[in-house]
Nanobody
Framework: QVQLVESGGGLVRPGGSLRLSCAAS????????MSWYRQAPGKEREFVSS????????TYINSVKGRFIISRDKAKNTVVLLMNSLKPEDTAVYYC?????????WGQGTQVTVSL
């Protein structure tokens, strides 16, 4: 069993920054990558960013390139999403995702609201 616990969401004004963190615990083996997805009200869940666990290679959706940075701490089994220059359209529930060779896991989500 793998547990993913997200933290760091909240309310921020446009142009502000937030740091999301996801800590993985439990039977963590054969971890291939960790990612962030988001789901805005009335919309489908969409991919935001990912990082491969061993090599640390990163991928971003075009709309966040240059604003968001994903990183991982292998010793702490943690992935962090640093979100800068936030826009109202970044408002969503952000979900952590972990892909292992045998299963995929999701966190419960953390709300990010960008508003005046």
């Amino acid at each position: 069993q793998v547990q993913l616990v997200e933290s760091g969401g909240g309310l921020v004004r446009p142009g502000g920054s937030l740091r999301l963190s996801c800590a993985a615990s439990g039977s963590i083996f054969n971890l291939l990558s960790m990612s962030w997805y988001r789901q805005a009200p009335g919309k489908e869940r969409e991919f935001v960013s990912s990082i491969t666990w061993n090599a640390g290679s990163t991928t971003y959706i075009n709309s966040v390139k240059g604003r968001f940075i994903i990183s991982r701490d292998k010793a702490k089994n943690t992935v962090v999403l640093l979100m800068n220059s936030l826009k109202p359209e970044d408002t969503a529930v952000y979900y952590c995702n972990a892909v292992r060779s045998v299963a995929t896991h999701w966190g419960q989500g953390t709300q990010v609201t960008v508003s005046l």
